[in-house]
């Protein structure tokens, strides 16, 4: 059965605010099922995890590792044992780039693409800078999609990791990932996926993909902020050295030694965001009620629908962003003659919420040669009347400014 | 609004001690051209690439200060700053008002110092 967003409206008692939510690749709203879980959970059940031997506390174990489970299964994972919990996207890119980087000698490469969000940047420009690696950069296409032969070209026997995007939270282009892991372990290196824009927006199978991490966050498909995850391969993760130091990663520890947990708890030091696993997981179960496919196939119409659009508005630069296939609903975009913060602020005042600013991709708009754009970026619970009213703002505003 | 069509002072001075101003929020930028003698402002030129607001701010601050001295320009606090522009912007958009000026401020720190700190914003960045 297709998406019917108006229904879906009525999930999400924020939407009442009056407001037009297009802000959905820097984070999404909750559906009320969560708020009623968590005051649930609040009122009935709370333990520490793993720990205590009493009823509540295994209480709060099993709702924490059903979790955990879910979330694997979201991604057609083999085991939930390969489910790491962080606090999100950055924190799991950020444990690859700690505890894999640092196993990498001097010449090695690592490579990473202009588009990159910062947090699958920077990790890496660190750690190049810390062990002397060599680190290198796929260029894009003339309209700014991942450069393919760019990328076979800068791959090498050198290289250890690759360390691309799903999705680009700029431009809502799909990388060709599957192809990207193919290449990469040819020469033998690693293939590290940031899912940060695609896990909620279309089925993600990891085994399909056939990579080797996957870094995703819970607050960017409906579910809290505080909590995200690291998929990792079992093989892999087991021969890893742990990221954070303290509790529950432990096994046993002496005075002079200490043996490391099993996984994923290894990987896991510190008490959990518990409530916050849980009601992800719930999130979960919310969306795959309403679908994948359809969420996928709903977002695509949406951005069709604003796409064709706005292409047909001549003070809008689309900067050359104009493919309907392979994308999701992410449109970076310019009103000629406007600066993107006053144009925001301008959309506010319509009650349209959108980005502005450099989306936390620096070399992605040095690339498109602006200092910032505006972006819209659409979700389950948006409608085409929104758009609509969202093409008149629009309009005004630009006839305000001229 | 003005000030932000028409923006006053703006320009190069040769051989004047220039200052590059950023705001990382948005990639917003300035070069700020500060001529002081005997601790006074006596000119400043500015070029800049940023929003109404960030545009009008610098404007009006420029005008403000010529002819001021580095001690009274330095006293010059966020909110005098708002006051000039006529209004308090919202919390996501103060920076836009004061990245110009808070480069100002940083410099005239150091001043007259051979090598004015450029990195900028450190100082009040953090709201």
Known sequence: MPLNSEKVKKDFPILKRGIIYFDNAATTQKPRVLAERLAERYAKSHANVHRGAYKMAEETTEAFENARQKIADFLSAESSKEIIFTRNATEAINLVAYSFGRKLKRGDRILTCVSEHHSNFVPWLRVAKERGLKLDVVELTANHNFNFADFRKKLNKKTKLVAVAHISNVSGYIYPVERITREAHRVGALVLIDGAQSVGHMPVNVKKIGCDFFAFSGHKMLGPSGIGALWGREEILKNMEPFMSGGEMIREVTLKNVTWNDLPWRFEAGTPNIEGAILWGEAIDYLKKIGMKNIEAYERELLKHALLKMKKLPFIDLMKMLDLGGRTGIISFNIKGVHPHDASTMLDQYGICVRAGTHCAQPFMNHLGVPSTLRASFYLYNTKREIDYFIRALKEIHKKFI | ?127
């Open chain 2, 1 to 127: 609004m003005e000030h932000a069509r028409n923006p006053r002072n703006v320009g190069v001075i040769r051989g004047a001690k220039k200052i590059l101003a950023k705001n990382p929020f948005c990639g917003d930028e300035a070069e700020i051209y500060l001529k002081i003698k005997n601790n006074k402002v006596i000119d400043i030129k500015y070029q800049i690439q940023g929003c109404i607001l960030s545009r009008a701010s610098l404007s009006i601050f420029s005008e403000y200060i010529k002819g001021k001295s580095t001690s009274a320009v330095s006293k010059i606090k966020d909110e005098d700053i708002f006051k000039m522009i006529g209004g308090t912007p919202s919390p996501s958009r103060q920076k836009c008002v004061l990245f110009g000026c808070e480069a100002i401020h940083a410099n005239l720190d150091t001043w007259p110092k051979k090598n004015p700190s450029t990195r900028l914003m450190t100082r009040r960045s953090q709201k």
